[in-house]
């Protein structure tokens, strides 16, 4: 009897790391958030490395981000279909971080202008999903 309760707590601890909910994802949002304004204020300060650091920081929690477990096992088929509408999928990942890369190579030239329209480009993708929300 002890020994399947300690299973199932060891079973249900590695579900529990294994699944990603809804409060990493919020989590994570608010990770590209800051990395967005560190960005920013690397363009502000006209500092390379600033811009740098935010671009690590976004490619890496963009990296992390997947759909919450609980939203893939939705059963309602009104509410999945609408939780698909802003599920983070490969294509978006892959649209923010060649954005960021853009974002880099044209700071690193001197061309500000380019790197400020690509970073416009990422806060589109950001608005455009949060945009679907709205529409609930
Ligand atoms: C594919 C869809 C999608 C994209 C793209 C997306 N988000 Fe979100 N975002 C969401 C969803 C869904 C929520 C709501 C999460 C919740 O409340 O459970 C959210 C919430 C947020 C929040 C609020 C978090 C909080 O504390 O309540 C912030 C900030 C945020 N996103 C920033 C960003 C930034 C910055 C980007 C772009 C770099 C971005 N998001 C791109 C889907 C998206």
Known sequence: ???????????SGLLFGASYTKEDRIRDMNGMANAMNVIQSGFFY???????????????????MRPPTEELNEKDIMAKFMNQKVQMSNKI??????????????????????????????MGQCVKCHNEMRNW
């Open 1 to 11: 009897m002890k020994k399947a309760v300690i299973g199932l707590v060891i079973f």
């Open 46 to 64: 006209n500092n390379y490395e600033t811009v740098a650091a935010g671009v690590d920081d976004l490619t890496t929690v963009v990296a992390k």
């Open 93 to 122: 990942v892959k649209k923010i971080n060649k954005k960021a890369l853009t974002i880099l190579q044209r700071f690193k030239s001197g061309d500000t202008t380019q790197a400020v329209q690509a970073y416009t480009k990422i």
